[in-house]
């Protein structure tokens, strides 16, 4: 089955810094690589995907790249605020077949003011 | 649409205790999910499914059970508690197609086990 590993488990930054959350997955035939962001005490909720027919995606402060040879994909926060404090996970499944989603086990992100 | 509701929100059992943990999608989403969260750690998968009448056990399945009768309602029934099943459960669905899979979460239910 699909393995999905997630680094670093825990990051730091200042305000105002990138931050960067790397995952690896093990079965290429997964196709569909969503980023979760879970605030404390709340659901995981969607932040951003990306398909396995793109390279990068963007949206506003967050990008997500994919690099299917060496199956990882990278989650990045440009200019860090207080609100970007939370845990993100990473997941990876094959969208058109019926095997389950799986999880990283989570980045906590702490920003720094 | 409400998205995906969960029931109870909160709830302490007793060792041997069993209850039944209700959830509900108005999405008309194909896929259903049942995560474990324990404190500071990562979703663990319970059970799935992919349609009414077809369920499959995730990472963690023993002493729970689910059922999937309609599209709508996902279950997950909890026999003879445990301290160890002390958790936050969360639901959760999605319209898996082609394109994507995108999982939408309950706001969950924070279970403890005394």
């Known amino acids: 089955g699909e393995n999905v590993e997630q680094h670093p488990s825990t990051l730091s930054v200042q305000e105002g810094d990138s931050a960067v959350i790397k995952c690896t997955y093990s079965?290429?035939?997964?196709?569909?690589f969503p980023w979760y962001k879970q605030e404390l005490g709340k659901r995981p909720q969607l932040i951003i995907d990306?398909?396995?027919?793109?390279g990068e995606k963007k949206d506003q402060r967050i990008a997500v790249t994919l690099n299917k040879t060496a199956k990882h994909f990278s989650l990045h926060i440009t200019e860090t605020q207080p609100e970007d404090s939370a845990v993100y996970f990473c997941?990876?499944?094959?969208?058109?077949?019926?095997?389950?989603?799986?999880f990283g086990t989570g980045t906590k992100l702490q920003v720094i003011p | 649409n409400a998205g995906v509701t969960q029931t109870p929100k909160f709830r302490i059992l007793k060792i041997g205790q069993s209850m039944t943990l209700q959830c509900t999608q108005d999405m008309n989403h194909n896929y259903m999910y049942w995560y474990r969260q324990d404190p500071g750690m990562g979703l663990k998968l319970i059970y799935y499914?992919?349609?009414?009448?077809?369920?499959d056990k995730g990472e963690v399945p023993n002493g729970y059970n689910v059922s999937r009768s309609t599209t709508e309602d996902f279950p997950l029934r909890l026999e003879l508690a445990a301290p160890s099943q002390t958790s936050v459960y969360f639901c959760a669905s999605s319209l898996r197609d082609r394109n994507t899979d995108t999982q939408y979460f309950g706001p969950g239910t924070r279970l403890t086990v005394l």
């Open positions: 990306i398909r396995s027919n793109v």
């Open positions: 079965d290429s035939a997964s196709n569909y």
């Open positions: 997941a990876a499944s094959y969208s058109g077949g019926y095997q389950k989603v799986t």
């Open positions: 499914s992919v349609g009414a009448g077809i369920t």
